[in-house]
């Protein structure tokens, strides 16, 4: 089904944050070596909500190249063990660094973790190119991403509807996932 979408895309405009956001804590860890079961995990279980379909098709050779770029990084979140969320670091060629995927598991949503989250993904972003910073959002997202981004310091750069293609049925990591699911 086609559907239009409103895309913003952010630059950030402040000092890199000191990660001691005043909220919930977790314990943060790089993925140093490439997971593709892990990743593709995270992008499901977090995505699906937010319509999160481009990489569904992905075969496991395409995830692991992409996995193995030394300009892609992996950050998760964990509590007692459990992954809480994550971010994907991408950095382009002239050093500039896209929070390419951000997100939290759906229990984890309303706890006040995004903010941490994002506080600590523009430090790594920070430390992992040039201090350019970007992101960009759209209208399927969660209602409070666009808020949190401009809260941390991003300013919408650019906005623009486009029309984009979507499944038909809605995403879900599983059949059944989303009843009863946290909103």
């Known amino acids: 089904m086609r559907q239009k979408v409103t895309v913003s895309y952010l630059d950030y405009e402040g000092k890199a944050a000191s990660g001691a956001t005043a909220t919930p804590s977790y314990d943060l860890r790089e993925a140093r070596s490439a997971c593709p079961e892990l990743n593709r995990f995270l992008y499901v279980s977090i995505g699906y909500r937010w319509c999160w379909h481009m990489r569904l098709s992905w075969s496991y050779r395409q995830w692991l190249d992409h996995l193995e770029d030394p300009a892609v990084a992996t950050w998760i979140g964990y509590d ?29 949503l309303g706890r006040g973790l995004g903010k941490r989250l994002l506080d600590d993904a523009i430090v790594k972003a920070d430390a992992f190119g040039d201090g350019r910073i970007w992101l960009h959002t759209c209208s399927l997202d ?41 909103s």
């Open 80 to 108: 007692g063990g459990n992954p809480v969320g994550y971010f994907e670091l991408h950095r382009d060629a002239e050093g500039a660094v896209e929070i390419a995927y951000f997100g939290l598991l759906p229990q984890y």
């Open 142 to 182: 969660h209602p409070a991403a666009l808020p949190n981004y401009l809260a941390r310091g991003f300013r919408v750069r650019r906005t623009e509807v486009v029309e984009e293609e979507l499944p038909e049925s809605p995403l879900e990591p599983w059949p059944g996932a989303s009843v009863g699911s946290p």
